[in-house]
């Protein structure tokens, strides 16, 4: 997967997508299966902003049934379960737990309610049942459930629920759709902005778009124009007044969980949020709170950390310090505009809009439904084409997905990765974050047997992945490789040192001399450790 500015001048397209997350990855791939003929550009890099800067999960939503939103709900939970089954290596299932305490504010009656009405959305997304039995809800008593997760204060710990949803690497999950979209022969251009929509007559006919890297401009012609631009449509002037903007923060924690999450309550106000097992680690969050600021520059602030501290606290036996924190980030959400004064009571739904000069805004929507919605966005398109294709990505696995029954397939590269010395951890993973592409990673172990080794001792991520990313995931720059292609550099603290190393081992496959890689490493320089 290459990156190729030039191909944007290869005549007139189909659509121009302009934002690379989430929404615009999955209706670039959408798109290009239908046949159409597909550009697709992001100013930055794939999943830049908030598409890697989620919960990684892909929920139902539970705490939407507060706020009577089944028809969420259950949007959500059918496009979960199709993603794990046609994306097994990408999304995968996370069981959570639900304690309950004395004080709680949802007592285990409401809980129970919850859970049922949960589980019967799921099983009625499905019209099936007999598979869900393993996704159903369970109740614990006091010290069963104790045992289940240790690390929780059981000072007035009732019992708890579990129930099932899912997990996914969401920056991962990005790039494997633009890689598919790739294949299907869509043009993706990332550090490209669309600077200028051009016009006949009042209507779209292309865009006028800058190389990032050169500040060379092409002129793009497109019959369609989708805009997917997430927290950048809160700014533009056509699409702001359909915008309310939120952000979220999360933190990395010390290891706290084995393979079940938590779902908690702020004591403080109330709210929902997470504690989640992640590449061995204890992801934490989320916050919810308007936005106003630079949608350019969205950092995680004290009082955002301070709140998700105290909130994590409350439940924990050993109390978190801020110097127990690896790193956090933020990102934005953008909701349809709402007169709600909470921003959690705001509906997560997703909508297009189309101006009046045919171009098309994705407003709002959630990473677990995107497919669904981006299928809404492309059958537009080609309504407006008088195209009739429809929808190829429902049944389909994802590009990366084995073609073997998934449960064989992983034991047995699993297998052959320990073989190669590669840890049981970071084989899981490789597996996750490749599928079926891990094969060309371990035959560079058979040849070169110390990428097997981890690049370092917490995290299980190897060299052989590193190379690997560098090679052939369209990095341009270091943190590319090091936040997206890699979470390495919100799993670990690393020195500039360090940092140093890592960007000399991958300096071969991206071309860079000794001044680019100074470069490179300045501008990483906020990640590294004192």
Same mark, same amino acid.
């Given at each position: 997967m290459k990156r190729d500015f030039s191909r944007l001048k290869e005549g007139q397209f189909d659509l121009l997508i302009c #934002?690379?997350?989430?929404?615009?990855?999955?209706?670039?791939?959408?798109?290009? /299966?239908?046949?159409?003929?597909?550009?697709?550009?992001?100013? #930055?890099?794939?999943?830049?902003?908030?598409?890697?800067?989620?919960?990684?999960?892909?929920?139902?939503?539970?705490?939407?049934?507060?706020?009577?939103?089944f028809k969420l709900v259950k949007k959500a939970l059918r496009e979960r379960q199709l993603l794990l089954r046609i994306a097994p290596h990408r999304v995968w299932p996370l069981r959570f737990g639900v304690p309950v305490y004395k004080e709680s504010r949802v007592g285990r009656l409401q809980l129970k309610l919850g859970l049922m009405i949960y589980d019967f959305l799921a099983a009625n997304s499905l019209r099936l049942a007999g598979p869900l039995r393993k996704f159903a809800h369970h109740y614990f008593k006091r010290q069963a459930f104790a045992?289940?997760?240790?690390?929780?204060?059981?000072?007035?710990?009732?019992?708890?629920?579990?129930?099932?949803?899912?997990?996914?690497?969401?920056?991962?999950?990005?790039?494997?759709?633009?890689?598919?979209?790739?294949?299907? #022969?869509?043009?993706?251009?990332?550090?490209?902005?669309?600077?200028?929509?051009?016009?006949?007559?009042?209507?779209?006919?292309?865009?006028?778009?800058?190389?990032?890297?050169?500040?060379?401009?092409?002129?793009?012609?497109?019959?369609?124009?989708?805009?997917?631009?997430?927290?950048?449509?809160?700014?533009?002037?056509?699409?702001?007044?359909?915008?309310?903007?939120?952000?979220?923060?999360?933190?990395?924690?010390?290891?706290?969980?084995?393979?079940?999450?938590?779902?908690?309550?702020?004591?403080a106000d109330g709210r929902v949020f997470f504690m989640i097992p992640w590449y061995g680690l204890t992801l934490v969050g989320t916050t919810d709170t308007d936005y106003r600021g630079d949608m350019e520059r969205v950092e995680p602030d004290e009082s955002d950390v301070a709140y998700l501290l105290?909130?994590?606290?409350?439940?924990?036996?050993?109390?978190?310090?801020?110097?127990?924190?690896?790193?956090?980030?933020? #990102? /934005?959400?953008?909701?349809?505009?709402?007169?709600?004064?909470?921003?959690?009571?705001?509906?997560?739904?997703?909508?297009?809009?189309?101006?009046?000069?045919?171009?098309?805004?994705?407003?709002?929507?959630?990473?677990?439904?995107?497919?669904?919605?981006?299928?809404?966005?492309?059958?537009?398109?080609?309504?407006?084409?008088?195209?009739?294709?429809?929808?190829?990505?429902?049944?389909?696995?994802?590009?990366?997905?084995?073609?073997?029954?998934y449960a064989a397939w992983f034991a047995a590269l699993s297998a052959k990765a320990v073989r190669l010395h590669v840890d049981e951890e970071s084989a899981k993973w490789l597996l996750r974050r490749h599928g079926k592409r891990a094969n060309e990673i371990l035959a560079d172990i058979e040849n070169f047997p110390a990428l097997a080794q981890r690049i370092t001792p917490g995290v299980p991520l190897i060299f052989a992945d590193l190379i690997f990313c560098a090679r052939n995931e369209m990095v341009v720059h270091l943190d590319d490789l090091l936040r997206r292609r890699m979470p390495l550099i919100i799993l670990n603290k690393f020195t500039m040192p360090e940092l140093g190393r890592l960007a000399f081992e991958v300096s071969t496959e991206l071309g860079w001399d000794d001044s680019m890689m100074k470069r490179e490493l300045a501008s990483c320089s906020k990640y590294a450790a004192a």
């Amino acid at each position: 997967m290459k990156r190729d500015f030039s191909r944007l001048k290869e005549g007139q397209f189909d659509l121009l997508i302009c #934002g690379g997350g989430i929404y615009g990855a999955w209706s670039a791939y959408d798109a290009a /299966l239908r046949g159409l003929k597909v550009a697709i550009v992001e100013q #930055g890099d794939w999943a830049g902003a908030t598409s890697s800067a989620s919960s990684k999960l892909i929920h139902g939503g539970l705490r939407y049934l507060e706020s009577y939103d089944f028809k969420l709900v259950k949007k959500a939970l059918r496009e979960r379960q199709l993603l794990l089954r046609i994306a097994p290596h990408r999304v995968w299932p996370l069981r959570f737990g639900v304690p309950v305490y004395k004080e709680s504010r949802v007592g285990r009656l409401q809980l129970k309610l919850g859970l049922m009405i949960y589980d019967f959305l799921a099983a009625n997304s499905l019209r099936l049942a007999g598979p869900l039995r393993k996704f159903a809800h369970h109740y614990f008593k006091r010290q069963a459930f104790a045992r289940r997760f240790p690390a929780l204060d059981t000072t007035g710990l009732k019992g708890g629920f579990t129930y099932s949803d899912a997990q996914t690497d969401d920056a991962r999950l990005v790039l494997e759709l633009i890689a598919g979209a790739v294949a299907a #022969g869509a043009v993706c251009v990332n550090y490209c902005r669309l600077n200028s929509v051009t016009e006949q007559e009042g209507q779209v006919t292309g865009a006028t778009v800058q190389n990032m890297l050169d500040d060379t401009f092409t002129e793009v012609m497109a019959q369609q124009l989708v805009y997917a631009t997430g927290q950048w449509s809160a700014a533009a002037e056509m699409s702001r007044s359909w915008c309310r903007v939120t952000k979220g923060i999360h933190m990395v924690m010390p290891a706290v969980l084995a393979e079940e999450a938590l779902l908690l309550t702020a004591a403080a106000d109330g709210r929902v949020f997470f504690m989640i097992p992640w590449y061995g680690l204890t992801l934490v969050g989320t916050t919810d709170t308007d936005y106003r600021g630079d949608m350019e520059r969205v950092e995680p602030d004290e009082s955002d950390v301070a709140y998700l501290l105290d909130a994590a606290n409350h439940y924990l036996k050993t109390s978190w310090t801020t110097a127990d924190v690896i790193s956090s980030y933020a #990102g /934005l959400r953008v909701m349809k505009c709402s007169d709600k004064s909470s921003p959690s009571a705001v509906s997560r739904d997703w909508e297009l809009k189309t101006g009046s000069n045919g171009v098309h805004y994705s407003i709002g929507g959630k990473i677990t439904s995107a497919r669904e919605d981006a299928a809404c966005i492309v059958d537009r398109v080609c309504a407006e084409l008088g195209r009739e294709a429809p929808c190829a990505s429902r049944e389909r696995l994802l590009p990366w997905a084995p073609d073997e029954d998934y449960a064989a397939w992983f034991a047995a590269l699993s297998a052959k990765a320990v073989r190669l010395h590669v840890d049981e951890e970071s084989a899981k993973w490789l597996l996750r974050r490749h599928g079926k592409r891990a094969n060309e990673i371990l035959a560079d172990i058979e040849n070169f047997p110390a990428l097997a080794q981890r690049i370092t001792p917490g995290v299980p991520l190897i060299f052989a992945d590193l190379i690997f990313c560098a090679r052939n995931e369209m990095v341009v720059h270091l943190d590319d490789l090091l936040r997206r292609r890699m979470p390495l550099i919100i799993l670990n603290k690393f020195t500039m040192p360090e940092l140093g190393r890592l960007a000399f081992e991958v300096s071969t496959e991206l071309g860079w001399d000794d001044s680019m890689m100074k470069r490179e490493l300045a501008s990483c320089s906020k990640y590294a450790a004192a």
